[in-house]
């Protein structure tokens, strides 16, 4: 079973379009088919970023999605890389997806170092049919 972090703007993207590619990698946390591997942060962020009121979504929506990520997922506690990023918010999601061995699916892709297991949605989903 595969191991997950979801970058906030995949968790963002798949409530806003839920038919789409970042929707179908949300499920499959969902669904029992992949683990989210999360930290404090990760979830401090997903919630603070949810709760913004540009997207409009439910607060009771929110909460109830934070536990089911929460139960379905694993926390860790990541170690430190030495790997620079213009932008440091980013870290964490790197350093989780790094230390517990699973692929980091984000939007931006060029906001992180170029590893095999750091991609795309799009990317994501072509690898569960090979």
């Given at each position: ?6 970058d906030t703007n995949i968790i963002v993207s798949a409530l806003l379009t839920p ?112």
């Open positions: 079973m595969d191991r997950l972090v979801l038919g789409g590619k970042p929707a179908r990698v949300l499920d499959q946390v969902l669904s029992g088919n992949a683990v989210l591997c999360h930290d404090a942060e990760i979830i401090t962020e997903y919630q603070e970023v949810m709760c913004r009121k540009e997207f409009a979504f439910n607060p009771g929506d929110i909460h109830i999605l934070i536990i089911r990520l929460i139960k379905k997922g694993v926390s860790i506690t990541a170690a430190p890389a030495a790997v620079p990023f213009t932008d440091e918010s980013d870290r964490k999601f790197f350093e989780t997806a790094k230390s517990c061995g699973a692929f980091l699916v984000t939007g931006n892709i060029k906001h992180f170092p170029v590893e095999s297991w750091i991609m795309t949605p799009a990317e994501y989903l072509e690898s569960l049919y090979r």
